[in-house]
Each structure stands twice: as C-alpha cells, then as structure tokens.
C-alpha cells in the first residue's frame, strides 16, 4: 500500500493555510502528532484511488437510527463512507441506511476544529482567577503533565476544603469511578428526552418506549387500519429505520392521523390527517375525546368503549372501581362529566386550551372507538412539558377506554427514537463488559432544573418539604452537553463564572469546553478499540477502530486512570479490565434469538486463535456467526418475515388472563387511578398531582400567553416556543460541520398569521426574548406552522455576545428557565417568547460563521 501518509508528512503548514484549504485536500489530511499536514489535490486525487479497507466505524450519537456506517480507509484516513449494503433490501429485511449526518463523521472525527491538546484559561488560578472571564478568555496550550497535575491538584484541595460534595461530575466520562473511589462526588439528575414518561408510568403499568416498549413490533403494525400520533416526527428525529415501518403500513392501508403544532414531514410522507394543537395542551384535547366516547356510547347500538377491557384489567376509571379505601369520588369518569367539579370535559372545553375545533375532537374519537384496529401512539416530545405528569397517566387511559391494547394492530404507548413503530425486547445484544460497578459514597443528587441555581444559591430540593445546603465548587463535565442542553443556559453560565474549578473532556470548543477552565482532549469512538451499537430490535452493529488516535487526545478511560495516580489511586482498582477486554467480553457474551424464538443462545463463534490475537482472556465458544464475518459485516441483523416466531404484542397475555399475568403495578393492573403516581411526585418535592390524571396547565405554558385568560388577552409573551429535533445536528453533536450547516440554515420557523402581525418575511433577522433569555435568528415564515407557535431547532452551540447578552446562534435553553415540577422533567416545550424584526446588524449565514479553533 502507498504510504501516503509518510510522504504528506513532510508537508507542514500554518493555520492560516490549512484553513485555506478545498475541501478535496482536507479529505487527503494527516492528523498526526501535533503539526498539521497538507496534500497538494493531485496527492489528495491519488489517495482516494489508493487501495484501502472498508471498516465499520461507528454511529454513536444518540438520534433515532444507530444505522450502519462504513468508511473506506487508505493508511489511516478515512477517503469515503457509505452505509448498508450487506443484504438486499426488503420490506421485511430491511438494510439499516444511514442519515446526513452519519456521513458527515469523517468532517467531525478529521476536523480541524479538533482540540488537539490541553488547554488552559490563559487567567485561572487555583481557586479560580479571573472567574468572569470565563466564555472569553484566551487559551493556552499546556502539556498532558500540567493539564492531569492540575486537575488531580483541584480535585484534592476543594475535596480538603469543602467536601466531596462540592464536586460535581455531570456524567458522560469516565471520571466517576476515580472520584467514587476518592470518597465520591456530587450528581445530577432528570427526564431529559423522556419527559413525563421516565418514570411515572411504572406506577400505572406502561413503559417509557427506550427500554421497555408498550406497542407491537413493526411488522403488526401494518395490521393497524388507523394510527394516530401525538407530538411524533421520526422523518426528522428518528433517522434510519423507523420511517421505512410507517410506509410499509401505509402501503398496506392503513390511514393516519397525526396530532402537532407543526406539519412535519412524517404527516406529508404519510398522507396524513393533520391536527394542529397547542404545545401542551394534549391532555386537555384527550379528556374532550374521550367525554365524547363516555357520552356516545351505546354497547348495543353504538359501541366506543370496551367495557370488558377496562373492568377486567384496569382500576379507577369509574366509582365502582377505584382501589380498597380510596375515595370513590377519585374516579376518571366523574372527572370526565364534571359531577364534582361542575366543569364537564366537554370538546368545547377542551378546544378552548387545546385549540383544536370540537367537532375535530369528537370526529377523532368516533373513529378511535368505531375501529377495530388503532395503534395509539405518543412521542415523547408532547410530555417535555412542566406539569404534564399526569398526561402519560391519560394517554394509557385512552387506551384502555376503547381497549386498543394487546392484540394485533391494537395498541397504545410511546413510539419515537428508534423503536419508532417498533416495540418488543432486543433480539440481538451485546454482552457486558465486565467492569465492576464503583459506588459513590455521596448522595448529593440534584435536579437539573434546579442545578445551576443550586450552585448559585446553595440550595436544592431534596424531597417533599425538605431543602438541603450544598456548596458546589468544581464542576466536573465528561462527554456531555450539559451547559448547553439543560435548562437555563444563561444561569449555568452564571454558575460556570462562580466556582473555583471547571474541567471538560471534549473533542470540540464545545459550550462546555468554552466555559471550563481545562480543556482535555478525548479521542472519538473512530479512534478507539471498538464497540456496539443497537438501534431497532432487530440488529446489532459491531464498529472497529478507524484510525489512531489523533494530535494528543487520549482516551477517557486513560484520563481516569492517570488523575487517579495523582490522587493515590491504584490504576488496577479504577479499571482492571482493559479497554479491549472489555470489547471482547462483549462479544463473548453477545447473544441472539434462537431460530425458534424460544430463547437466546450465542451470536459470535470464537477460536482460540481470535482470543490470541486479541490478546486477551477468554474461552472459545460457538455462536451463529464467526467473529471474522462478524467484523467483517460489522451487523448482525435477524430477518424478519410475517408469521415468523419473532413477533410482539404488547400486553397480550395480560389482556388474555390479567390475574394470571399481573403487571408490575401495585393492584398488577392498568392503574387509571394510581395512588403510587401521586405518591412518587409528591416525594420528588415539587409538586402534586392527583390519582387520577387530572389536566394541570403548564407553567409558562399556552395558558400562560395571556395575562387575562377569561377575556382572551395576550401577555407579553404571547407566542410558544417548540424545539423540533433538526437535520443538521443529533441533539447539539455536528452542529460544527460545514457541510450541515450550508444544508441545514438553522431559521426560527414562524407561521405566515404571525409573521405577518409583526411585519417579518423570509429571511429577516429577528429577535426572540423570553423572560429568561435572548437569540437572534432568521426568520422562515411558513404555512405549515400553527399560529402562536415558533419552532426553534433543537441544539445549536450558543454564541453570545458579550455586549448584548444575545444569543446569536438560537440556543434553545437559552430561553428556558429553571423551572422544577413533578418528576424533576425537562419541560423544553413550554417556553412562552415574542418575535420582532431586529433592528441591528442582520445575521450572516451560520455556514459563514468563523470556526471554533484554537
């Protein structure tokens, strides 16, 4: 093989000029040692015709797909990726494609904004220096020595002078282990993507959707003869498979509606009917459908309710069947008709805070009741809502009400992420790596909502009517966004400027990074031994290492063990298995369904010789795939066909015998009256919710758009603010990318009613102030918009202005405040704003954006 590298080598540049760059020689770049090296495009032309490997390298971040990535590697770069190809594909087998944005790694992993070494605010001191320069101040290049000696330095002296619990560790890096064995460290906590749905529905007997699935697997879901989704995207927010699943149910009949403030591009692919809401207010519009059933239902001439189902396996949702000793009056269907409250849940009812029209309402629910098949499905988007508790706790009860659970094409619960129209346990996994778990001596673990108040304040919410002191001095951030993608961003970095101490793990200038005080560099997973990757149920990938580590990033698990040293700490007792170990323990362990569904048996056969060339410790066993086509392929995919022995029905069995196949509920049953659900969010310490799933309205929520709600007059912020999931990122990872970002601009999207009002047109500069922060944006005026509603894309690195305190990137939390209720959730959809033509300097195009390098 030519060695290209060795020849480029020689061919050192500045960063001036490597910035200069065409984007063919960038490609044809040695990232080696500490120097950047150019190939001339002839050189770069040659390389790409060099003989290489195809490898599978990994798709890690946390979007919807986890597909298969492929990159073609000539002497260590990466000259073109592609994606699945191992197998024809079919509606039934079909290949696990992926998105824009996994091919657009080899521009993140070969970047040249990559942070290339430890870096140093040029003005912190121990104790912190000049704190407020923090976000602003000059870097300097320090060495790993320094960078590690003065992290275990901090981590010692606030330890000795304020405690383990001032320390802070947001998760994502490896650096919990080091600290659980150096007397601990304080945590954070929260719903994050789940919303309301993370924990509560335990109580009352459905699951979440991530790891546990309430809905059947793709291939019943052509059974269906109606699906409707709340709040669902997955052509936007759940790339690789998941869409292909609802197409194939369309070509088989089935009719779709879809329940969202925007017309997404699932409802446009679908054919759908499109039902526009206002953001939070799902809960309301469920209880007008379903007085609509309660009302119109005639068991002989009319039948909407499945009576059988709801009295065999379900508790509370009339008086004659609430719990033993709780209050008969705590029943859903007196809720429903208003026989307490005097305030019937009629449609008009709810169209007046939904804004859906009644006779919409009443029309959806016919349809639910007189069908014989729906599937009932919710995304998590509808439950990131400040007190919407009790809206999962409802959507299960829609269900239950026209018993649409447990048989084929029947079913309710959560569908997004990557079992988007797909439900059912794993039939392929990895194994474990083996490392031991490390406890954390410190129990400090507080809300995300609260955290950067917590450090600004010393306080934070410990339970009901309990609130603790703490003194938060370091902040420890891993491989995370926490700064940039929790609440209240201009606290957090409030908060940064106000401790002694800030270290981030990071590849790129992240919002983290940029506030830290030491930058450490970590390599990518393209640079590591390997790992697994499993998206849908059906497959599981196997990516390998692509190329070396890059400039000086060293692996996270490298950086524990190193500040653990310093600290006194033995490496063998922060990790005793080696990073490759730990690959094949996995592999080991791997398991697969057996070809008669009854169980799980091995998935990789391995030899003794794969066990030596690994270098590790291990037994040679027999599975269903050699490990060498295992690498090879980089996927494992079970095929599916109809009929075949792989199939899931969510709550089958419970519905066919529910005493005989009790839930993990306390009555074992569906609880529409579920006094462990009241229970849990009152111990949580921030508010309260009754058995029943009452509507709560939403703090700074669609009721909160009005400052006087009886006579319909609007606040000061008078609009709402969505966060769709967006193309050009997952989350906050790849918004650098050039490529995405020329793709994939990154508006405000305004519908054309309230764009009009405020005199803004397509490609305005606008500003958008909420009472918590401000972004500039440009505007996209649509039709497909709800008005009142704005969509701000999901995740974008912040960019503030000094001067001004502006955003000027949209950075969502930005505009979201430090709000706690119920299950401590990440309420992101109830932010209120104004929009308004800006009247500075109007934003160049963020693909024109200068970027993060130093």
């Known amino acids: 093989m030519i060695k290209f590298i060795e020849k480029i080598q020689k061919h050192v540049i500045s960063r001036r000029s490597f910035l200069g760059m065409s984007a063919g020689a960038i490609a044809a770049v040695s990232l080696t040692g500490c120097g950047l090296t150019k190939v001339t495009t002839k050189q770069a032309e040659e390389l790409a015709k060099a003989e290489g490997q195809w490898l599978t390298a990994a798709c890690w971040h946390n979007c919807g797909g986890r597909c298969l990535n492929k990159a073609y590697v000539v002497d260590g770069v990466v000259v073109r990726q592609k994606t699945d190809d191992t197998h024809p594909d079919t509606p039934d087998y079909i290949q696990q494609r992926g998105c824009a944005r996994g091919r657009s790694q080899r521009h993140q992993v070969f970047g040249v904004d990559r942070i290339k070494y430890p870096m140093k605010r040029k003005h912190w001191e121990p104790g912190g220096g000049k704190k407020e320069l923090r976000g602003k101040d000059e870097w300097v290049r320090i060495s790993w020595d320094e960078a590690l000696d003065t992290v275990a330095g901090e981590v010692k002296r606030i330890r000795e002078k304020y405690g383990n619990n001032a320390i802070l560790v947001t998760g994502g890096s490896e650096m919990p282990r080091t600290l659980g064995l150096y007397g601990g460290h304080s945590t954070h906590w929260g719903t994050t993507s789940w919303g309301t749905w993370r924990w509560g529905p335990d109580k009352f007997g459905m699951e979440d959707g991530f790891v546990e699935h309430s809905i059947n697997d793709r291939l019943d879901l052509r059974n269906s003869e109606l699906v409707v989704i709340w709040g669902g995207n997955p052509a936007w927010s759940a790339g690789g498979s ?36 206002h953001p939070g207010t799902d809960h309301a519009m469920a209880l007008g459908m379903a007085y609509t059933l309660i009302t119109e239902d005639n068991p002989t001439l009319n039948p909407l309710i499945d009576w059988d189902f709801l009295n065999r396996c379900t508790i509370g949702f009339d008086a004659a069947h609430v719990p033993a000793g709780a209050d008969p009056r705590e029943n859903l269907k007196d809720y429903i008709l208003g026989t307490f409250d005097g305030v019937p849940k009629t449609p008009e009812w709810a169209a007046e805070i939904c804004g859906v029209n009644p006779e919409v309402i009443r029309d959806i629910a016919r349809k639910i009741g007189k069908t014989k098949r729906v599937a009932l499905f919710t995304a998590w988007a509808a439950a990131r809502t400040n007190n919407s508790d009790s809206w999962p706790q409802m959507f299960m009860s829609l269900g239950a009400m026209t018993g649409h659970m447990g048989q084929p094409g029947r079913m309710t619960g959560v569908s997004c992420h990557f079992a988007s129209g797909n439900g059912g346990p794993y039939l392929v996994k990895p194994g474990g790596n083996g490392l031991p778990a490390i406890k954390n001596p410190v129990t400090d673990r507080i809300n995300d909502n609260e955290m950067w108040e917590t450090i600004l304040t010393g306080k934070y919410t410990a339970g009901y009517n309990k ?76 990516y390998t290492r692509i190329t070396q580590p890059l400039f000086e990033a060293k692996h996270d698990q490298w950086m524990a063990i190193e500040i653990g040293k310093r600290l006194g700490l ?35 056969t391995i030899t003794a010789d794969d066990i030596a060339a690994m270098g590790v410790t291990g037994k040679p066993q027999q599975g269903r795939i050699t490990l060498q086509e295992f690498k090879k392929k980089g996927i494992y995919q079970v095929e599916r066909k109809p009929g075949d022995k792989y199939g899931y029905i969510a709550y089958e069995k419970f519905r066919q015998n529910p005493e005989a196949n009790k839930l993990e509920t306390e009555s074992g049953k569906l609880e529409i009256h579920c006094k462990g659900l009241a229970d849990l969010i009152k111990n949580y310490g921030f508010t309260e919710v009754r058995p029943i799933p009452t509507y709560n309205p939403a703090i700074e929520g669609y009721e909160d758009t009005f400052k006087d709600w009886d006579n319909k007059v609007k606040g000061e912020y008078p609009l709402q603010v969505i966060n769709p999931h967006y193309f050009r990122r997952s989350h906050s990872i790849f918004d650098n990318i050039p490529q995405l970002r020329e793709v994939y601009p990154n508006p405000i999207f305004l519908s054309s009613k309230d764009a009009k009002e405020r005199g803004i047109k397509s490609g305005d500069t606008v500003l958008v102030k909420s009472r918590h922060g401000k972004v500039l944006r440009t505007a996209s005026v649509t039709e497909r918009l709800m008005p009142g509603v704005v969509g701000l894309p999901h995740g974008a690195w912040a960019e503030i202005d000094e001067k001004t305190g502006i955003d000027k990137a949209g950075a969502d939390n930005i505009l979201t405040g430090p709000i706690a209720t119920g299950q401590g959730t990440a309420g992101w959809n109830t932010c209120i704003a104004e929009v308004e033509k800006y009247s500075g300097e109007a934003l160049i195009p963020d693909v024109k954006w200068p970027q993060r390098i130093i």
Do not use: C
Not at 254 to 277: C, G, H, M, N, R
């Open 570 to 604: 033995k490496a063998e007792d922060i990790y005793p298995i080696s990073e490759r170990q730990q690959v094949f323990n996995q592999l080991a362990g791997a398991t697969v369904i057996k070809e008669d569904g009854s169980g799980m048996e091995k998935l990789v």
């Open 242 to 277: 998941p869409m292909y699943n609802y197409l194939q149910a369309k070509k088989a009949g089935t009719k779709f509606i879809i329940i969202d403030p925007i017309y997404t591009d699932t409802s446009e692919t679908l054919e759908a009917q499109w039902v526009p809401i």
């Open 467 to 542: 609130k603790k002191d703490i003194n938060i001095q370091l902040i420890y951030h891993g491989y995370n966004a926490v700064l940039q993608t929790r609440s209240a961003m201009n606290k957090g970095i409030e908060a940064h400027r106000k401790v002694e101490f800030v270290v981030s793990h990071s590849h790129f200038l992240t919002t983290n990074s940029k506030y830290a005080d030491i930058i450490l560099p970590a390599t990518t997973e393209w640079e590591r031994e390997g790992g697994f990757s499993y998206g849908n149920r059906e497959m599981l990938i196997y």
